[in-house]
């Protein structure tokens, strides 16, 4: 189970932190991809963040970087996201996802299995 927390309303150029907590599923496997996406209303839902538990290597949007970052903290089973220089174009749902399938590659956002509901977050202008 997944539950993400730290949504809300903040102007534009503010910043919030996002959390996921993870259970069951962060018992079962030791290392484990996560991950933060978003959707925007009318929009395709888009990657953000992932990371990989194992190591702490990460990978960020374009449209991201330099101002987000993705962490966690094994201890707490919790992945968190802090967003800084929020800008209106940020304004969506945003999803905590998880998946445990090695990906040989490296760290990347493509096919989670498991889920959060979501948490809202709007930035005004």
């Known amino acids: 189970q997944l539950v993400e927390s730290g949504g809300g309303s903040v102007q534009a150029g503010g910043s919030l932190r996002l959390s996921c907590a993870a259970s069951?599923?962060?018992?079962?496997?030791?290392?484990?991809?996560m991950g933060w996406f978003r959707q925007a209303p009318g929009k395709e839902r888009e990657a953000v963040a992932c990371?990989?538990?194992?190591?702490?290597?990460?990978i960020y949007a374009d449209s991201v970087k330099g101002r987000f970052t993705i962490s966690q903290d094994k201890a707490k089973n919790t992945l968190y996201l802090e967003m800084n220089s929020l800008k209106p174009e940020d304004t969506a749902t945003y999803y905590c996802?998880?998946?445990?399938?090695?990906?040989?590659?490296?760290?990347?956002?493509?096919?989670?299995?498991?889920w959060g509901q979501g948490t809202q977050v709007t930035v005004s202008s």
């Open positions: 069951g599923f962060a018992y079962t496997y030791i290392n484990y991809y």
């Open positions: 996802a998880a998946d445990w399938r090695w990906r040989p590659s490296g760290v990347d956002c493509h096919v989670y299995e498991h």
């Open positions: 990371i990989y538990t194992g190591d702490g290597s990460t």
